[in-house]
Antibody, heavy 116, light 109 residues
Framework: EVHLVESGGDWVQPGGSLRLSCAASGFTFSTHWMTWVRQAPGKGLEWVANINDDGRQKQYVDSVKGRFTISRDNAKNSFYLQMNTLRDEDTAVYYC?????????WGQGTLVTVSS | QSVLTQPPSVSAAPGQKVTISCSGSSSNVGNDFVSWYQQLPGTAPKLLIYDNNKRPSGIPDRFSGSKSGTSATLGITGLQTGDEADYYCGTWDSRLSAYVFGTGTKVTV
């Protein structure tokens, strides 16, 4: 069974940093694009970033460019979202996903709260 | 704000049918496949429809998708109380170089 599990969500002050992780299982991780999607409290879904199968291609929504970095470790079947210079508006549940047919598999989500 | 527009809410009685529209442009809906997602209260989204009209394994045929030009539609027939959820369309936008989601539609049964 295809399975994704996020970790790393926490409360952080504005300007701070946080690293989210997503552990994958049940499929050949190294052959798939992966993605991060977030959802602010009471709001809709917002795509954050994609990374291709070998980690060389990365795409970001404009609002996080220069602050967030997506990466992966195929040997560990995991990928990550390094979030720097966090802002209040980055507060959201962050979902990791497999970027196939849109997003065909989602993790359960991890909450990031940015507040002073 | 999203570049894909959906109605905020739709409602119908159990057993009836609803349709949800997703209006975009030539750089997104008109240029790539559309997916639909269901988000039950308090849970992660789930893929419902991909490639405009295909259903993943396990998704009942009560759910259907279609696309014409720069608009896509999700249909749900035989509504059940368990279908009460938020529904989102999504596709790649070639102008923004970003995946975009619709504004979301709350279905009430």
């Amino acid at each position: 069974e295809v399975h994704l599990v996020e970790s790393g969500g926490d409360w952080v002050q504005p300007g701070g940093s946080l690293r989210l992780s997503c552990a994958a299982s049940g499929f050949t991780f190294s052959t798939h694009w992966m993605t991060w999607v977030r959802q602010a409290p009471g709001k809709g879904l917002e795509w954050v970033a994609n990374i291709n199968d070998d980690g060389r291609q990365k795409q970001y929504v404009d609002s996080v460019k220069g602050r967030f970095t997506i990466s992966r470790d195929n040997a560990k079947n995991s990928f990550y979202l390094q979030m720097n210079t966090l802002r209040d508006e980055d507060t959201a549940v962050y979902y990791c996903g497999r970027a196939l047919r849109g997003v065909d598999t989602w993790g359960q989500g991890t909450l990031v709260t940015v507040s002073s | 704000q999203s570049v894909l527009t959906q109605p905020p809410s739709v409602s119908a009685a159990p057993g009836q049918k609803v349709t949800i529209s997703c209006s975009g442009s030539s750089s997104n809906v008109g240029n790539d496949f559309v997916s639909w997602y269901q988000q039950l209260p308090g849970t992660a989204p789930k893929l419902l429809i991909y490639d405009n009209n295909k259903r993943p394994s396990g998704i009942p045929d009560r759910f259907s998708g279609s696309k014409s030009g720069t608009s896509a539609t999700l249909g749900i027939t035989g509504l059940q109380t368990g279908d009460e959820a938020d529904y989102y369309c999504g596709t790649w936008d070639s102008r923004l170089s970003a995946y975009v989601f619709g504004t979301g539609t709350k279905v009430t049964v």
